[in-house]
Nanobody
């Protein structure tokens, strides 16, 4: 059974930093497409960043230069380093993994971790 468990969310002031983690069990991150998404109240879920199976990364324009996605295959952990946080970054953050490696068909989801940014 695949389980993704996020942690690291919290409340910070604008300009601060947080690092989110997502530990997988029953799933291997290596050679898999994985990513981070977020959803703010009243808004649709949006993709924040992803790592393709070949290691390439992509980011939403709104977070480029501020967020960094990475993974530690040995620890089976996905990370999202978030710097220079803005109030508009506040949301529930979810990690996701593909159900069809090496494609990016996100079908496994974590329960989410809340990020709050105060101005």
């Amino acid at each position: 059974q695949v389980q993704l468990v996020e942690s690291g969310g919290g409340s910070v002031q604008a300009g601060g930093s947080l690092r989110l983690s997502c530990v997988a069990s029953g799933y291997t991150y290596s050679r898999s497409c994985v990513g981070w998404f977020r959803q703010a109240p009243g808004k649709e879920r949006e993709e924040v960043a992803r790592i393709f199976s070949d290691g390439r990364t992509t980011y939403a324009d709104s977070v480029k230069g501020r967020f960094t996605i990475s993974k530690d295959n040995a620890k089976n952990t996905l990370y999202l380093q978030m710097n220079s946080l803005k109030p508009e970054d506040a949301a529930m953050y979810y990690c996701a993994a593909t159900v069809s490696p090496p494609l990016c068909d996100f079908g496994y989801w974590g329960q989410g971790t809340q990020v709050t940014v105060s101005s």
